[in-house]
């Protein structure tokens, strides 16, 4: 095959990736509601993962703090190999049953918090066993897989398969498989903070302007909820430490008469 005709096979197999999600929106939904509602009660949303679905459950996670202006651990990953799996591959670690209980029995994890496991496999020992062990503990666990019959669809409370089918390269699950479950997680997590108050219209106000490109971009949100010009805007947000959502409060309340 050329590069070309590469290109477009793997395109025309992504595709898939969106029917799948479609097939799961229901699913999809409830664990989003579920998660809202574990942060709204003050617990956490954990993610368990190794290999590519570990990095995935990572890079989520991170995004909720500055993205949604959360203290960082109401979103956490637990990866199979700890730290060092986020920057290179060690795949042994996802044998190892033992490591992710352990993971949860040290972050106290109990029932405000919820569990959820990703897996393309559906039988990684690492995922299985800390969903199975968080369930037995009383908390609500969900299962993202993208094989049918897996292990953790059975184990978790709430399973959510993702049959996006076969590899183009075969095995290699960053592809279809990894794809999916960055966009499930998406999902989740971004219906999660729009349930709880974390977004107003389809904007971000309590993202974290933590450099200039995101200041800007808070200037351009108070002025489209705001009638301030960019640079009343800006002025604002100097006086109320960059808070949007303080900025916006304090502009919808009443002048005080004199």
Same mark, same amino acid.
């Given at each position: 095959?050329?590069?070309?005709?590469?290109?477009?096979?793997?395109? $025309?197999?992504?595709?898939? &990736?969106?029917?799948? %999600?479609?097939?799961?929106? $229901?699913?999809?939904?409830?664990?989003?509601?579920?998660?809202?509602?574990?942060?709204?009660?003050?617990?956490?949303?954990?993610?368990?993962?190794? #290999?590519?679905?570990?990095?995935?459950?990572?890079?989520?996670?991170?995004?909720?703090?500055?993205?949604?202006?959360?203290?960082?651990?109401?979103?956490?990953?637990?990866?199979?190999?700890?730290?060092?799996?986020?920057?290179?591959?060690? $795949? /042994?670690? !996802?044998?190892?049953?033992?490591?992710?209980?352990?993971?949860?029995?040290?972050?106290?994890?109990?029932?405000? /918090?919820?569990?959820?496991?990703?897996?393309?496999?559906?039988?990684?020992?690492?995922?299985?066993?800390? &969903?199975?062990?968080?369930?037995?503990?009383?908390?609500?666990?969900? #299962?993202?897989?993208?094989?049918?019959?897996?292990?953790?669809? !059975?184990?978790?409370?709430?399973?959510?398969?993702? /049959?996006?089918?076969?590899?183009?390269?075969?095995?290699?699950?960053?592809?279809?498989?990894?794809?999916?479950?960055? %966009?499930?997680?998406?999902?989740?997590?971004?219906?999660?903070?729009?349930?709880?108050?974390? &977004?107003?219209?389809?904007?971000?106000? /309590?993202?974290?302007?933590?450099?200039?490109?995101?200041?800007?971009?808070?200037?351009?949100? &108070?002025? $489209? %909820?705001? @009638?301030?010009?960019?640079?009343?805007?800006? !002025?604002?947000? !100097?006086?109320?430490?960059?808070?949007?959502?303080?900025?916006?409060?304090?502009?919808?309340?009443?002048?005080? @008469?004199?």
């Amino acid at each position: 095959m050329t590069p070309h005709d590469m290109i477009r096979l793997m395109n $025309e197999e992504e595709s898939i &990736v969106l029917r799948c %999600l479609a097939q799961a929106e $229901e699913a999809l939904a409830l664990t989003a509601q579920k998660a809202a509602e574990a942060f709204q009660a003050g617990g956490r949303i954990i993610y368990i993962g190794a #290999g590519t679905s570990g990095r995935i459950a990572v890079s989520d996670a991170a995004e909720m703090p500055p993205t949604f202006g959360i203290e960082p651990d109401r979103f956490v990953a637990v990866v199979a190999g700890g730290t060092a799996s986020r920057d290179k591959a060690v $795949e /042994d670690a !996802e044998d190892d049953i033992y490591a992710s209980i352990s993971a949860l029995n040290e972050m106290s994890v109990n029932r405000r /918090d919820i569990v959820i496991g990703l897996a393309a496999s559906g039988t990684t020992p690492f995922v299985v066993s800390a &969903v199975h062990h968080a369930r037995q503990k009383g908390v609500w666990t969900c #299962g993202i897989a993208n094989n049918k019959g897996a292990p953790l669809l !059975e184990v978790a409370e709430h399973g959510i398969l993702l /049959d996006t089918g076969p590899e183009v390269l075969t095995g290699s699950t960053r592809l279809k498989a990894g794809t999916s479950q960055k %966009l499930a997680l998406n999902r989740i997590s971004t219906v999660a903070m729009v349930l709880s108050g974390k &977004v107003m219209q389809n904007l971000m106000v /309590d993202v974290k302007a933590k450099n200039q490109k995101l200041k800007d971009r808070c200037a351009r949100i &108070v002025c $489209e %909820l705001t @009638p301030a010009t960019k640079d009343e805007a800006w !002025e604002l947000l !100097e006086e109320n430490d960059w808070s949007i959502r303080r900025v916006i409060e304090r502009s919808s309340q009443p002048a005080v @008469p004199t």
